[in-house]
C-alpha cells in the first residue's frame, strides 16, 4: 500500500515568508509526528497528533510554528514569517498504534531552505 | 532522562565484512529501543526493534542487534556487508508509555562499504 507522503519534497523560501508543509500519513493511522532534522543530525521531535488533537507541541521551537490536523488525517505544518535557521529537512512519521513503541512509518521527508 | 550516544559518525567497511555500529543509550525505565536507516533522499525505514523480549532482535536485510543491560548498549551488526547497506543508520530510544517527545534520536552513523 502507499506510504507516508510529503509534499513538496523541496521548498525553496525568502527569509521572512510563510510556509506550509503536506503530510498525507497511511491510510488508518491514528498517530501523526512531525520532525525536523538539520545536517548531521538525528531528527528532532517536534509535534505528535493523536487523531485531530496535538496530544504533545513541546518540540515547537517558538510561536512561528503551527500545525493542525483537521479531519484525523492529513497534516499540515506551518511556518509563519520564516528565518534561515529553519532550513531544514521536515520529517512526517505516522504509526497504527497509540504507544510510543508501534513502529513509525516515515515519508520521505521536505527539505526546505530558507534564502 | 533519556539520552542516545552513537558513537561513531562515520564507519567505513570492505564489501562482505563484518558490520559493527555501535549506540549506547541511558534511560530511567527499562527502554524499548530501535534501529533506523536512512538512504540518500529516502525517508527512514525501521531495521529493528527491541521492546523488552528476546535480548538478540534479528530485523531486515541480515541485521541484527543485542540489547546488554549491563553495558546500556544496543549495538546493531551484520555479519557480511553489502554495497546497498551504504546509507545513514540511527539508534533511537523510548521509555515505555512515555509521550512521543520521549522518542530520542540518535546523531547518526553513516555507513560506507568500500567495493
Known amino acids: 500500500g502507499a506510504g507516508v507522503s510529503q509534499t513538496p519534497s523541496n521548498k525553496v523560501t525568502e527569509k521572512g515568508k510563510y510556509v506550509e508543509l503536506r503530510c498525507d500519513p497511511i491510510?488508518?493511522?491514528?498517530?501523526l509526528y512531525w520532525y525536523r532534522q538539520s545536517l548531521g543530525q538525528g531528527p528532532e521531535f517536534l509535534i505528535y497528533?493523536?487523531?485531530?488533537?496535538?496530544?504533545?507541541d513541546s518540540g515547537l521551537p517558538n510561536d512561528r510554528f503551527f500545525a493542525v490536523r483537521p479531519e484525523g488525517s492529513v497534516s499540515t505544518l506551518k511556518i509563519q514569517r520564516t528565518e534561515r535557521g529553519d532550513s531544514a529537512v521536515y520529517l512526517c512519521?505516522?504509526?497504527?498504534?497509540?504507544?510510543?513503541?508501534?513502529?513509525?512509518?516515515f515519508g520521505n521527508g521536505t527539505r526546505l531552505t530558507v534564502t | 532522562a533519556q539520552s542516545v550516544t552513537q558513537l561513531d559518525s562515520h564507519v567505513s567497511v570492505s564489501e562482505g565484512t563484518p558490520v559493527l555500529l555501535r549506540c549506547n543509550y541511558s534511560?530511567?525505565?527499562?527502554?524499548?529501543l530501535f534501529w533506523y536507516v536512512q538512504h540518500p533522499n529516502k525517508g527512514l525505514q525501521l531495521l529493528l526493534k527491541?521492546?523488552?523480549?528476546?535480548?538478540l532482535v534479528k530485523g531486515i536485510n541480515g541485521f541484527e542487534a543485542e540489547f546488554k543491560k549491563s553495558e546500556t548498549s544496543f549495538h546493531l551488526t551484520k555479519p557480511s556487508a553489502h554495497m546497498s547497506d551504504a546509507a545513514e543508520y540511527f539508534c533511537?530510544?523510548?521509555?515505555?508509555?512515555?509521550?512521543?517527545?520521549?522518542?530520542?534520536f540518535g546523531s547518526g552513523t553513516r555507513l560506507s562499504i568500500r567495493p
Open positions: 491510510s488508518g493511522h491514528t498517530a
Open positions: 497528533f493523536q487523531g485531530t488533537g496535538a496530544a504533545d
Open positions: 533511537v530510544v523510548s521509555d515505555p508509555g512515555s509521550s512521543a517527545s520521549k522518542i530520542i
Open positions: 527491541y521492546t523488552s523480549a528476546a535480548t
Open positions: 512519521a505516522s504509526s497504527l498504534g497509540t504507544g510510543v513503541n508501534s513502529p513509525l512509518h
Open positions: 534511560s530511567s525505565y527499562s527502554p524499548s
